[in-house]
C-alpha cells in the first residue's frame, strides 16, 4: 500500500491560536485510524485542517507527496479527501437527492450505490434536509460525502446523539467502508470502543499532541490507558 497522506510537524489552529502543536503521522491507501482524546484536545481541528480551514503554524501537510498546505478546501475535496462534519450541517431547502447529486464525481459510489447502502435515503429522497430525523441527517452527510469519491473518509464523531438502532446500522456500513472498499477512513469517536472496532490503527490526541500511537486491536484491550487518555466509562 503506498502513502496517501503524510503530516510532518503539523503545528495549526485558529488565527494565532494554536490547538495542534506538532503532530505527524501517515495514512496509507485504504488504511483506517481511530482518532480518539477528550473533549477539546483538537480531534475535529485535525480534521478541519486536512480540509484547510485552520491556520498552518508550521509543519507540512502531503496527500500522495503532494503538498496540501494553502490549498482550498474545494481542491482537497477533488483530490479526494471527503469530510463528515460533526455538525452534519444539511441544506434545508435541498432535498436528499438534491444533496447527494449536487457533489457527486464520477466513481464508485452513485446515486445508485449510496442508496443501495442507505435504503431509507432512497425512501426518503424527496424530503428536505430539514425533514430528516438525526439517524438519517448522518446517513445523508455519509452519503454525501462517499458520491465525491474520496480517497479517504473523515468522520468526526458519526454517532453522536444517536439511537443505538442508528448506531448499530451505521457501524455495519462504516465497517464494510473501512473493509475492502480500497477507501482511507479516519474516525474521530467519542465512543473509543466503536472506534477501535472499525480501524486498524489508533491515535490518542491530548491537548493537541499525539500522545499514544499503537494498532487499534491492542489499545482496546488497555483498559487503564483508555480511562486515563479517552475518559472511557
Ligand atoms: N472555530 C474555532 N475558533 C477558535 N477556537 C476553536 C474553534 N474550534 C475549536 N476551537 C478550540 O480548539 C480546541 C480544540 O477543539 P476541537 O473541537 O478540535 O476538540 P475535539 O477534541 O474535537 O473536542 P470535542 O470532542 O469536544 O469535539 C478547543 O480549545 C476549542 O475551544
Given at each position: 500500500?503506498?502513502?496517501?497522506?503524510?503530516?510532518?510537524?503539523?503545528?495549526?489552529?485558529?488565527?494565532?491560536?494554536?490547538?495542534?502543536?506538532?503532530?505527524?503521522?501517515?495514512?496509507?491507501?485504504?488504511?483506517?485510524?481511530?482518532?480518539?482524546?477528550?473533549?477539546?484536545?483538537?480531534?475535529?481541528?485535525?480534521?478541519?485542517?486536512?480540509?484547510?480551514?485552520?491556520?498552518?503554524?508550521?509543519?507540512?501537510?502531503?496527500?500522495?507527496?503532494?503538498?496540501?498546505?494553502?490549498?482550498?478546501?474545494?481542491?482537497?475535496?477533488?483530490a479526494g479527501l471527503g469530510w463528515v462534519?460533526?455538525?452534519?450541517?444539511?441544506?434545508?431547502?435541498?432535498?436528499?437527492?438534491?444533496?447527494?447529486?449536487?457533489?457527486?464525481?464520477?466513481?464508485?459510489?452513485?446515486?445508485?450505490?449510496?442508496?443501495?447502502?442507505?435504503?431509507?435515503?432512497?425512501?426518503?429522497?424527496?424530503?428536505?434536509?430539514?425533514?430528516?430525523?438525526?439517524?438519517?441527517?448522518?446517513?445523508?452527510?455519509?452519503?454525501?460525502?462517499?458520491?465525491?469519491?474520496?480517497?479517504?473518509?473523515?468522520?468526526?464523531?458519526?454517532?453522536?446523539?444517536?439511537?443505538?438502532?442508528?448506531?448499530?446500522?451505521?457501524?455495519?456500513?462504516i465497517r464494510d467502508l473501512t473493509t475492502?472498499?480500497?477507501m482511507a477512513v479516519i474516525v474521530v469517536?467519542?465512543?473509543?470502543?466503536?472506534?477501535?472496532?472499525?480501524?486498524?490503527?489508533?491515535?490518542?490526541?491530548?491537548?493537541?499532541?499525539?500522545?499514544?500511537?499503537?494498532?487499534?486491536?491492542?489499545?482496546?484491550?488497555?483498559?487503564?490507558?483508555?480511562?486515563?487518555?479517552?475518559?472511557?466509562?
Amino acid at each position: 500500500m503506498s502513502e496517501l497522506l503524510r503530516l510532518d510537524n503539523v503545528t495549526a489552529g485558529y488565527g494565532d491560536g494554536i490547538v495542534l502543536d506538532d503532530v505527524s503521522f501517515s495514512l496509507k491507501e485504504g488504511d483506517s485510524l481511530a482518532l480518539l482524546g477528550r473533549n477539546g484536545v483538537g480531534k475535529t481541528t485535525l480534521l478541519v485542517t486536512l480540509m484547510g480551514f485552520t491556520r498552518l503554524h508550521k509543519g507540512r501537510l502531503a496527500w500522495r507527496g503532494r503538498d496540501l498546505g494553502g490549498m482550498p478546501t474545494f481542491r482537497r475535496a477533488h483530490a479526494g479527501l471527503g469530510w463528515v462534519p460533526q455538525e452534519r450541517l444539511m441544506f434545508p431547502s435541498l432535498s436528499v437527492e438534491e444533496h447527494l447529486t449536487s457533489v457527486a464525481r464520477p466513481g464508485r459510489w452513485t446515486l445508485k450505490t449510496v442508496y443501495r447502502v442507505f435504503p431509507r435515503l432512497r425512501e426518503r429522497r424527496a424530503n428536505l434536509g430539514n425533514q430528516l430525523s438525526g439517524g438519517e441527517q448522518q446517513m445523508l452527510a455519509i452519503g454525501r460525502a462517499l458520491m465525491v469519491n474520496p480517497s479517504l473518509l473523515l468522520l468526526d464523531e458519526p454517532m453522536e446523539g444517536l439511537a443505538p438502532i442508528i448506531v448499530q446500522e451505521l457501524v455495519s456500513v462504516i465497517r464494510d467502508l473501512t473493509t475492502g472498499t480500497g477507501m482511507a477512513v479516519i474516525v474521530v469517536e467519542q465512543h473509543a470502543r466503536l472506534a477501535l472496532a472499525l480501524t486498524r490503527q489508533a491515535i490518542i490526541l491530548d491537548r493537541g499532541r499525539i500522545v499514544h500511537r499503537s494498532d487499534s486491536a491492542s489499545l482496546a484491550h488497555d483498559d487503564r490507558l483508555l480511562q486515563r487518555l479517552v475518559a472511557v466509562a
